[in-house]
C-alpha cells in the first residue's frame, strides 16, 4: 500500500523505527528495511522483546481454552498465562543463541548477540496470531501458515542480521531450528517437565497441554 511504501521509504534516511503497530506490519510483509532498522535503532531490542512477548500471551490466550477445559480458577488463571508466555520467551532465548552461535561457526560471522536478538525477536511477529492455532478444524492449517511464515521471516532477519546471502540465511535458520528441537527434546525435556510442573501448580489442578 501507499502508506506501507512511505514507511519504508522513511526507515532509509533517518534509520529509526516507525510505530509499533507500523514496525510489526513492516515485520509481517518480510520488509528486510525494518530488520535492519531495529538493529540499529536503540529501542530496538525493547520492540523485539515486546514483540516477542505479545506473541506469547497470544499463544497463551489459545491455550486458555485448554485451562478452561481444565476448571483453572480466575486467581490462578492469569498465572498460569503469564507461565506459558515465559516458556515462550525463553524459546526466543534459545533460538537465538543457537543462530548467533550457528552463525560464527558456519559462517564465520561476528555480529554483536543484540543486534541479531532484535533482528529475530522481530520475526516472531507470525506468532501474533498463534491463538488461531487452536480454531476448530482449521487449527492445524493455521498452525502450518504460521510456521512456515515464522520461518520466512527468521531466514530475512538472519539474513539481514548476520549480513549474508540467502542461501546461507536458509541454512542457518534451518540449522538454528533443528538445534533448538534437538536441545527441546533432550537437554530441555527436565525443563519442559518443570515448565508443566509450575503451570499446573499455578492452576491448581494437573493441566494437560499435549504428550510429554
Not at 183 to 211: E, N, Y
Amino acid at each position: 500500500s501507499r502508506s506501507g511504501t512511505i514507511l519504508c521509504v522513511d526507515l532509509m534516511p533517518y534509520g529509526g523505527l516507525p510505530s509499533f503497530l507500523d514496525t510489526i506490519a513492516l515485520a509481517l510483509r518480510l520488509q528486510p528495511d525494518i530488520f535492519r532498522a531495529v538493529q540499529t535503532d536503540p529501542a530496538g531490542i525493547w520492540m523485539a522483546l515486546a514483540v516477542v512477548i505479545v506473541a506469547g500471551f497470544s499463544e497463551a490466550t489459545g491455550q486458555s481454552v485448554v485451562l478452561f477445559l481444565n476448571h483453572i480458577r480466575p486467581s490462578r488463571f492469569g498465572l498460569a498465562l503469564a507461565i506459558a508466555a515465559g516458556s515462550h520467551l525463553l524459546g526466543y532465548v534459545l533460538w537465538t543463541l543457537t543462530i548467533w552461535l550457528a552463525g560464527g561457526a558456519l559462517f564465520a560471522q561476528e555480529q554483536p548477540l543484540l543486534a541479531v536478538a532484535s533482528a529475530v525477536g522481530l520475526a516472531y511477529a507470525p506468532q501474533i496470531f498463534s491463538f488461531f492455532a487452536l480454531t476448530p478444524y482449521l487449527g492445524n492449517l493455521f498452525s502450518v501458515i504460521l510456521s512456515l511464515w515464522s520461518m520466512a521471516a527468521v531466514i530475512v532477519a538472519v539474513r539481514v542480521g548476520l549480513r549474508l546471502e540467502t542461501w546461507q540465511a536458509v541454512t542457518l535458520a534451518v540449522t538454528g531450528w533443528a538445534l533448538l528441537q534437538t536441545v527441546r527434546r533432550t537437554l530441555g525435556r527436565p525443563v519442559m517437565r518443570v515448565q508443566r510442573w509450575l503451570a499446573s501448580r499455578a492452576a491448581g489442578v494437573p493441566l494437560k497441554l499435549g504428550a510429554d
